[in-house]
């Protein structure tokens, strides 16, 4: 099993219409497991990014995962889960 964590660090935007500055922030993980000897792979990924704004009201979460399965055929399936967007 291999386990990735990143975190976003220096990721700023600005606001077209309100010339707002935003930051990017939150964490992203990736689990891996994998097999040679059957060539079946597997791997989970979780994000959570978050744009933080100033003020109340004005930051936002972006939250998705997904599994990918590749068999020992080659065949590649991916299933998304829980993609949201919310405005806090």
């Given amino acids: 099993m291999l386990k990735i964590i990143d975190n ?15 930051h990017g922030t939150g964490e992203t993980e990736q689990v891996i497991n994998a097999s040679l000897r059957n060539g079946h792979f597997s791997g989970a990924y979780v994000n959570n990014f978050k744009l933080i704004g100033p003020g109340k009201g004005n930051n936002s979460l972006i939250h998705e995962n997904y599994h990918v399965t590749v068999n020992a055929n080659g065949t590649v399936t991916t299933e998304h889960d829980n993609f949201s967007v919310v405005c806090k």
């Fill in 8 to 22: 976003p660090q220096g990721i700023t935007g600005i606001g077209q219409v309100t010339g707002d500055k935003y």
